[in-house]
């Protein structure tokens, strides 16, 4: 073999390796790019997972010692001697919600404290307000069962004069409802009256004596529970 030949095959020979090895060396310059690519992404996404506000620790601990205090103080506050349940002690506990009332354009007084039943008079515009029924409940008479404890059984609200509770006024009162309990086929006495607890003698459909125990107590709020007694 000649000279020649010998040094055109070296050539080429240095020439296809040299390409292999450029070859070998953009192949693995690609890889280290794509590996490189990849270790950013999942850095960045590693990032996202972990960044948290510098503050989000001091607003937990804030949240929790305010529940913490909010909670004692409630706890306190129903661990607090329970006040003597009069006419005197109700009208100053009353001062807690009289500015909410005030603002709203009424107030409320107490009328009668009988048998366990605080009898209040919502007036102004809290008297003919349609959410007077949940101002009583959820507002009065919440707050006067924390102050005074069991002593209070029900507050109830009355608009005009309050009626005086006896057997002769709630039969006298039966006797102008006695020609409407007729005409649906009832009829209706008091037996007893005590302590607020009304037991009275009936026959007739149960859906109407329900309604006559309703009215009666509606007219009579010192009334706390009407009890029937069904004959046939």
Same mark, same amino acid.
């Given at each position: 073999?000649?000279?020649?030949?010998?040094?055109?095959?070296?050539?080429?020979?240095?020439?296809?390796?040299?390409?292999?090895?450029?070859?070998?060396?953009?192949?693995?310059?690609?890889?280290?790019? $794509?590996?490189?690519?990849?270790?950013?992404?999942?850095?960045?996404?590693?990032?996202?997972?972990?960044?948290?506000?510098?503050?989000?620790? $001091?607003?937990?601990?804030?949240?929790?010692?305010?529940?913490?205090?909010?909670?004692?103080?409630?706890?306190?506050?129903?661990?607090?001697?329970?006040?003597?349940?009069?006419?005197?002690?109700?009208?100053?506990?009353?001062?807690?919600?009289?500015?909410?009332?005030?603002?709203?354009?009424?107030?409320?007084?107490?009328?009668?404290?009988?048998?366990?039943?605080?009898?209040?008079?919502?007036?102004?515009?809290?008297?003919?307000?349609?959410?007077?029924?949940?101002?009583?409940?959820?507002?009065?008479?919440?707050?006067?069962?924390?102050?005074?404890?069991?002593?209070?059984?029900?507050?109830?609200?009355?608009?005009?004069?309050?009626?005086?509770?006896?057997?002769?006024?709630?039969? $006298?009162?039966?006797?102008?409802?006695?020609?409407?309990?007729?005409?649906?086929?009832?009829?209706?006495?008091?037996?007893?009256?005590?302590?607020?607890?009304?037991?009275? $003698?009936?026959?007739?459909?149960?859906?109407?004596?329900?309604?006559?125990?309703?009215?009666?107590?509606?007219?009579?709020?010192?009334?706390?529970?009407?009890?029937?007694?069904?004959?046939?």
């Amino acid at each position: 073999m000649g000279k020649g030949e010998g040094l055109g095959r070296g050539r080429e020979g240095a020439s296809a390796s040299g390409t292999s090895a450029g070859d070998a060396n953009g192949a693995g310059r690609q890889r280290t790019s $794509e590996a490189s690519e990849r270790g950013v992404e999942e850095s960045a996404q590693s990032a996202k997972r972990v960044v948290v506000s510098p503050f989000a620790g $001091e607003l937990d601990v804030a949240g929790r010692a305010r529940a913490s205090v909010a909670s004692e103080a409630e706890e306190g506050e129903n661990d607090a001697p329970k006040l003597e349940l009069t006419m005197e002690n109700v009208d100053k506990a009353l001062d807690e919600v009289r500015p909410y009332l005030i603002t709203d354009g009424g107030n409320v007084e107490v009328v009668s404290i009988e048998n366990g039943i605080v009898v209040v008079r919502l007036i102004g515009a809290c008297g003919s307000c349609a959410s007077s029924s949940a101002t009583m409940k959820g507002g009065i008479e919440k707050m006067l069962k924390k102050k005074f404890g069991d002593a209070v059984e029900e507050v109830c609200n009355v608009s005009g004069e309050l009626q005086t509770m006896s057997v002769d006024a709630i039969e $006298e009162h039966l006797g102008k409802l006695r020609n409407s309990i007729k005409s649906y086929g009832g009829e209706c006495r008091v037996l007893t009256l005590e302590r607020g607890v009304l037991l009275l $003698e009936f026959q007739g459909p149960q859906a109407l004596a329900f309604s006559i125990a309703e009215a009666i107590k509606k007219k009579f709020p010192l009334v706390r529970e009407c009890k029937i007694k069904q004959i046939s």
